[in-house]
């Protein structure tokens, strides 16, 4: 299929062109549906005459259906998207951006959802989908998995679709509780995991800042001291990028400790380390869970996130470990390439 589309490519722009169009539109309709057209044309920066036609076509060729509450893909048009999704990317130049930031950056893999999660935040839901797909494809009977919190991490988690029973299996959190929202905190990630690969799981009912004493304390406590110990020996390790600026809100830093960590240049967080552009750690918290140590020595390193904004993080926390997978969106790896360009 890459081969004809190649050649049509050459011979009938106009043809690949359509394809294109159609692709994205279902695409996007798998990804937001039920979703009207109007919705759909912002979030493709298409005008609604162009949508209500292309969407006409998929309808009448049992792709996608239309009723009171929006668009929604059938599953002929989920298979064929299936289909697609290589010989697309490589049409669209997906595929060679992919080994552009690969080789760029020196790490073991890149994903790449198309488009830009600044025009469109739905575009989220592919990245952690396509983040599973990578997961269980690298999972292993009797591995330890080590899962960090946060809004990418919750979709990532919501998106695992397994049939196989990964009993032998254990789903860890990959530090204590970070923020308020107990929806993206990183136990209750594990626990959605687990359920959708059908293993065991261990909770870490802790925060992940403390003090010294407090840490000693309780890291001697049996269960606590024995999750960590999980948490230390992990295979995988999957976790999401934080922008410095952000992070020291969601941890809630005072003003002056906050002012601290900005006033040495740090780009991006990653659990309780602060980078800067070089990678090098300007400033650590006392946080329990995974260390740089750990974090280095992980047989599978994901990381997942969607948003030009934390491209500078990623590239600062790539300078750590090598061993990492990326996912993210298109625009992401374009910023990634640029930063780089100019630095």
Do not use: W
């Not at 000693?216 to 922008?243: M, W, Y």
């Amino acid at each position: 299929m890459k081969n004809l589309l190649k050649i049509q490519q050459k011979l009938v722009p106009e043809v690949v062109e359509s394809m294109t169009k159609r692709y994205l539109i279902l695409r996007e309709i798998s990804l937001s549906g039920p979703i009207g057209r109007r919705a759909l044309a912002t979030s493709l920066q298409n005008g609604e005459r162009v949508i209500r036609s292309e969407t006409e076509l998929l309808k009448q060729q049992g792709l996608i259906d239309v009723n009171l509450k929006g668009m929604t893909i059938t599953d002929e048009g989920r298979d064929l998207l299936q289909q697609l999704r290589e010989a697309m990317n490589d049409v669209i130049g997906l595929k060679a951006l992919q080994e552009e930031v690969k080789k760029t950056l020196g790490i073991k893999n890149v994903i790449l959802i198309p488009g830009s999660y600044e025009k469109n935040n739905s575009l989220l839901k592919d990245v952690g989908k396509q983040a599973s797909k990578y997961f269980l494809s690298v999972l292993k009977e009797n591995d330890i998995v080590s899962i960090a919190g946060g809004s990418t991490m919750l979709e990532f988690a919501k998106a695992i679709k397994c049939d196989k029973k990964y009993s032998s299996t254990m789903v860890v959190p990959a530090r204590g509780s970070v923020g308020i929202d107990i929806e993206t905190q990183s136990n209750n990630v594990v626990a959605e995991v687990s359920k959708n690969i059908h293993s065991n799981y261990k909770l870490l009912n802790i925060p992940d800042e403390l003090g010294e004493e407090s840490i000693k304390t309780l890291t001697q406590e049996p269960q606590i001291k024995n999750t960590l110990e999980l948490i230390q020996n992990a295979d995988i390790l999957v976790f999401g990028i934080g922008r410095a600026d952000e992070m020291v809100k969601r941890r809630k830093l005072s003003d002056e400790k906050a002012k601290e960590i900005m006033d040495k240049e740090a780009v991006g967080e990653a659990f309780g380390h602060f980078f800067n552009k070089k990678g090098e750690i300007v400033h650590k918290l006392n946080t329990v869970g995974v260390d740089m140590e750990t974090f280095k020595r992980k047989r599978e390193t994901i990381a997942v996130f969607a948003g030009r904004k934390k491209a500078e993080a990623f590239i600062a926390i790539s300078k750590v470990n090598k061993n990492i997978a990326l996912v993210t969106d298109e625009e992401s790896a374009k910023r990634i390439l640029e930063l780089i360009a100019v630095n």
